[in-house]
């Protein structure tokens, strides 16, 4: 799962459908990106980027790397 992309959602209010809407991609789509399912192109990537005004690096990690990373 990619907790950083669905916090990041969260805190701007926002659901899984209003922001694949603003991406322009299916809900469905945009909830396999979020669990990790799916990767997304480069043009998702970059409009999450400035949506959420998050760097696209942060928003793309997974949880395992979080912890590996951290430890």
């Given at each position: 799962m990619?907790?950083?992309?669905?916090e990041?959602?969260?805190?701007?209010g926002?659901?899984?459908?209003?922001?694949?809407?603003?991406?322009?991609?299916?809900?469905?789509?945009?909830?396999?990106?979020?669990?990790?399912e799916?990767?997304?192109?480069?043009?998702i990537?970059?409009?999450l980027?400035?949506?959420?005004?998050?760097?696209?690096?942060?928003?793309?990690?997974?949880?395992w790397?979080?912890?590996?990373?951290?430890?």
């Amino acid at each position: 799962m990619r907790k950083a992309l669905k916090e990041a959602r969260m805190a701007a209010g926002m659901t899984q459908q209003k922001t694949a809407d603003l991406i322009g991609i299916s809900h469905q789509y945009y909830a396999k990106i979020e669990a990790g399912e799916r990767t997304g192109d480069f043009y998702i990537w970059d409009t999450l980027e400035d949506i959420f005004g998050i760097h696209q690096r942060k928003l793309r990690e997974m949880d395992w790397e979080r912890k590996s990373t951290s430890a």
